[in-house]
């Protein structure tokens, strides 16, 4: 079993949570001195999380973990989906501007499009992925819920605030970290790769 892993990843909310989801896997996860722009023109959350992992891999040369996640409306055509971080940003649906935060603005965008629309499911899905150069795994977890009408919570990040977990009455950032983590997609995903990667001993 591998004992290090290099994540490709620059984004804050990611590397707490998948720190904490590492934490007694015997895995020490390492952080890159230097975070490399990598453009996410895949068409799939796993050819996305695929790039990333291989640019890192390719500049350090030791197995990489990479995230590809996102939030999916059926209501709005799947979208934000593989653009949720910069949903703001697309044309589509009208760009949103950023007078706060990026997460902020995705928000704001994704109520309004959803001001007056009555299916409000929605899902949070994951790839996670682990590469080598001449090997590779992923897994892939998903989380279905809803979208609340007002952002409530201060945990988590992007669009936890909004997101409203089938069964629970809070929100995924009302929720506690140890809470999301065992319902979230990000949560299932990786612990399925562990299970994969175990059976690499
Ligand atoms: P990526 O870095 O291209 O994978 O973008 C992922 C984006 O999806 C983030 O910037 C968030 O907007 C959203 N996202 C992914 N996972 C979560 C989560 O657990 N909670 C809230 N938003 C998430």
Request: aromatic share 12%; with cysteine.
């Given at each position: 079993m591998l004992n290090k892993l290099?994540?490709?990843?620059?984004?804050?909310g990611k590397v707490r949570e998948i720190k904490r989801l590492f934490e007694g896997s015997g895995i020490e996860?390492?952080?890159?001195?230097?975070?490399?722009?990598?453009?996410?023109?895949?068409?799939?959350?796993?050819?996305?999380?695929?790039l990333k992992a291989k640019a890192y891999y390719e500049v350090y040369g030791i197995p990489t973990f990479a995230d590809d996640s996102g939030l999916v409306i059926p209501a709005l055509d799947g979208?934000?989906?593989?653009?949720?971080?910069?949903?703001?940003?697309?044309?589509?649906?009208?760009?949103?501007?950023?007078e706060t935060t990026r997460d902020m603005a995705n928000i704001k965008k994704v109520l309004r499009l959803m001001e007056g629309v009555e299916d409000r499911s929605a899902?949070?899905?994951?790839?996670?992925?682990?590469?080598?150069?001449d090997w590779g795994l992923w897994a892939e977890g998903r989380c279905d819920g809803s979208i609340t009408y007002e952002p409530r919570g201060e945990g988590g990040f992007g669009y936890d605030p909004i997101f409203?977990?089938?069964?629970?009455?809070?929100?995924?950032?009302?929720?506690?970290?140890?809470?999301?983590?065992?319902?979230?997609?990000?949560?299932?995903a990786l612990r399925r790769l562990l299970e994969l990667l175990k059976m690499l001993k």
């Amino acid at each position: 079993m591998l004992n290090k892993l290099l994540l490709a990843t620059t984004s804050e909310g990611k590397v707490r949570e998948i720190k904490r989801l590492f934490e007694g896997s015997g895995i020490e996860i390492l952080i890159a001195d230097q975070s490399l722009q990598v453009e996410e023109k895949g068409l799939s959350f796993l050819e996305n999380a695929y790039l990333k992992a291989k640019a890192y891999y390719e500049v350090y040369g030791i197995p990489t973990f990479a995230d590809d996640s996102g939030l999916v409306i059926p209501a709005l055509d799947g979208y934000p989906g593989i653009y949720s971080s910069r949903f703001y940003s697309l044309s589509w649906g009208g760009q949103e501007p950023v007078e706060t935060t990026r997460d902020m603005a995705n928000i704001k965008k994704v109520l309004r499009l959803m001001e007056g629309v009555e299916d409000r499911s929605a899902y949070f899905f994951a790839c996670v992925l682990v590469y080598a150069g001449d090997w590779g795994l992923w897994a892939e977890g998903r989380c279905d819920g809803s979208i609340t009408y007002e952002p409530r919570g201060e945990g988590g990040f992007g669009y936890d605030p909004i997101f409203q977990p089938e069964g629970y009455t809070k929100t995924m950032a009302e929720l506690r970290p140890e809470e999301k983590d065992k319902i979230s997609h990000r949560g299932k995903a990786l612990r399925r790769l562990l299970e994969l990667l175990k059976m690499l001993k």
